[in-house]
Nanobody, 113 residues
Framework: EVHLVESGGGLVQAGGSLRLSCVASGFTFDDYAIAWFRQAPGKEREAVSCISNSRGSTDYADSVKGRFTISSDNAKNTVYLQMNSLQPEDTAVYYC??????WGQGTQVTVSS
């Protein structure tokens, strides 16, 4: 059974940083791409970043390019999202996803101004 567990969210002031983690289990970790999404109150869930199954390719939403970095540790079955220069508009619940089907429970990120 596929499981994705996010952690690392919290409350941070504008300009601060957080690192989110997504620990995966139940499948061969590097067989599938993994993506980060976020959903702010009253808004639709949006894609933030993804890393390819080979872990050699990454992509970012325009709104986070240059501020967020996705990476992985295959030995730990974990994908990270390093978030720097956080802004209040980054406030959302952040989810990881694989295969477009499996979601974690999410982790709350709140950025105060």
């Amino acid at each position: 059974e596929v499981h994705l567990v996010e952690s690392g969210g919290g409350l941070v002031q504008a300009g601060g940083s957080l690192r989110l983690s997504c620990v995966a289990s139940g499948f061969t970790f590097d067989d599938y791409a993994i993506a980060w999404f976020r959903q702010a109150p009253g808004k639709e869930r949006e894609a933030v970043s993804c890393i390819s199954n080979s872990r050699g390719s990454t992509d970012y939403a325009d709104s986070v390019k240059g501020r967020f970095t996705i990476s992985s540790d295959n030995a730990k079955n974990t994908v990270y999202l390093q978030m720097n220069s956080l802004q209040p508009e980054d406030t959302a619940v952040y989810y990881c996803n694989t295969r477009g089907t499996y979601w974690g429970q999410g982790t709350q990120v709140t950025v105060s101004s």
